[in-house]
């Protein structure tokens, strides 16, 4: 059998608990009750964000992927075209991380003759690669 408490009894319930939060500690089942629902609305709201943080990780990884693909071929293409290509380049290349920068280098390496056509790689007219 539950006690009953009478609704004239909550205000001076709620009174105590404001004024003397220590009190809990000297009603277990309360204290035990509001664990319980705390930890209930902890686990809801962890639930509620891992689809977000998972899709937000998952995008974030293709995007990367898809950099480094490009990365990849743009360094594929000037090895293939010029040979062997110096470590400053690849570190140039490795930096790109804009999509149309990546096209319009491509495109750039595949009409080039030598590395020095490209004004991408050779911002300063003065250094020779």
């Not at 408490?5 to 277990?28: H, R």
């Not at 920068?101 to 390496?109: A, E």
Request: proline residues 8%; aromatic residues 4%.
């Amino acid at each position: 059998m539950r006690p009953k408490i009478n609704e004239e009894t909550w205000p001076y319930i709620d009174s105590l608990l404001q004024e003397v939060p220590e009190a809990i500690e000297n009603l277990p089942s309360l204290k035990n009750s509001i664990q319980t629902v705390a930890r209930k609305a902890a686990r809801e709201a962890v639930a509620g964000m891992m689809p977000a943080v998972i899709h937000d990780a998952v995008q974030k990884g293709v995007v990367i992927g898809e950099q480094r693909g490009r990365q990849q071929t743009l360094l594929t293409v000037l090895q293939h075209k010029f040979g062997e290509i110096p470590p400053e380049v690849v570190r140039q290349v490795e930096q790109i991380t804009n999509v149309d920068q990546f096209d319009r280098y491509l495109i750039q390496t595949l009409t080039a003759t030598s590395l020095a056509e490209l004004p991408w790689l050779n911002p300063n007219p003065t250094v020779t690669l």
